[in-house]
């Protein structure tokens, strides 16, 4: 696991530096994560993700807004959300709660057609084939269910795509990060990442790993981790446990038919793949 060493080989500095949102235009809200970007992007004022953790384990979660850490400051708090087809107003989403705190990394796992991604369109992007019929998602305060697309980026929410390899223009995000962080170097300002660069406090992966072979997924691995700093947060959406071995998520959450039914550390995924997801439903 070369992502951890690399981060926890840093010691961070007294503050953080300075977050400088608003740095690129609206449209920033869709950039690829790059399975070709290297830990370079690891931040010196990393702490080790050793410290972050869970303190839940593997309990029941119907709301799962259940405090994982009431000293941290919450970024995302969702709660009782619901959404339909706009269309056809079939319910996909049937009350899901989950808060993600500064500095966590959380993972979303599921059966096929559970409601991950529907959840990922709707809170990201208020996605026009589905209508929120409840609940609420507050974003660094504010009601996200409010804001335009671009205004969420603005807020600090950043989301890649599925299949990144498959996306041209796959490398933007290390050309932006590595030419800002160049003039900063120059101007003696300590480095920022990514999502930093980005001015994003939130990011929202969704299958970033979905069809990358065991070399590709390391890489993604490394940039995510390089995503992270003590402030942000990263919400992965995945369907494989081996993308979790490479990045440790401080929580697991299992979605099924549009609720998280179970909430717990990365063991979670461990009991996932030597029991499945039926054994969890059925519990
Ligand atoms: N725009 C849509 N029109 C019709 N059905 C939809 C639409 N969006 C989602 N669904 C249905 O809602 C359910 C949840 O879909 P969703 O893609 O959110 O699940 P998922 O957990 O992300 O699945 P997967 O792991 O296969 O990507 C599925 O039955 C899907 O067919």
Redesign the pocket.
Known sequence: MAWQIQCTASSPPASPPPFTPKCLPPRSLFFTLSATSSSRFCPPHMPSLRSVTCSLSAVESPTSTAGLDDSKTPLLEVKGLTAV?A??K?E?LKGVNLVVHQGEIHAIM??????????SKVVLVGHP??EVTGGSVVFKGENLLDMEPEERSLAGLFMSFQAPIEIPGVNNIDFLHMAYNARRKKLGEPELGPLEVLGADLAILD?IDSGLDIDALRDVAKAVNGLLTPKNSVLM?T?YRRLLEVIKPTCIHI?EDGRIIKTGDSSLAKVLEEKGYTSISAE
């Open positions: 087809i269309e056809t079939q996909i599921g059966k096929n057609g559970s409601g991950k991604s529907t959840f084939d589905y299958e959406i369907h979605m």
